[in-house]
Nanobody, 123 residues
Framework: QVQLVESGGGLVHTGESLRLSCAASGRSLSSATMGWFRQAPGKEREFVAAIMWNAGNTFYGDSVKGRFYTSRDKGENTGYLHMNYLVPEDTAVYYC????????????????WGRGTQVTVSS
């Protein structure tokens, strides 16, 4: 079992930055991928970013490429989502997930999910 806890959400203005954290506990993430997804009100959950825990390979959704990046600290067992140049369309609940997905941008294969953290971007 892996427990994931997100933190770092909040209210920011357009153009500002936030860093989300996802602290993992329980089983090692050594063979896992950590993904970030978001869900805005009335919309389906959307892939944001993912990182392969060991190799460090990263993947990004089209809507965040060039603005967001993901990283991880193996020693702290924590993943991060660095969000820059935020816009109101980025407003959503952000979730981290861990698992061994075949496709990093698909929810299938992510076995463990955090409860989410709210990010609100005002214009």
């Amino acid at each position: 079992q892996v427990q994931l806890v997100e933190s770092g959400g909040g209210l920011v203005h357009t153009g500002e930055s936030l860093r989300l954290s996802c602290a993992a506990s329980g089983r090692s993430l050594s063979s896992a991928t950590m993904g970030w997804f978001r869900q805005a009100p009335g919309k389906e959950r959307e892939f944001v970013a993912a990182i392969m825990w060991n190799a460090g390979n990263t993947f990004y959704g089209d809507s965040v490429k060039g603005r967001f990046y993901t990283s991880r600290d193996k020693g702290e067992n924590t993943g991060y989502l660095h969000m820059n140049y935020l816009v109101p369309e980025d407003t959503a609940v952000y979730y981290c997930a861990a698992g061994d997905p075949y496709y990093a941008d698909s929810e299938d294969g992510y076995d463990y999910w955090g409860r989410g953290t709210q990010v609100t971007v005002s214009s």
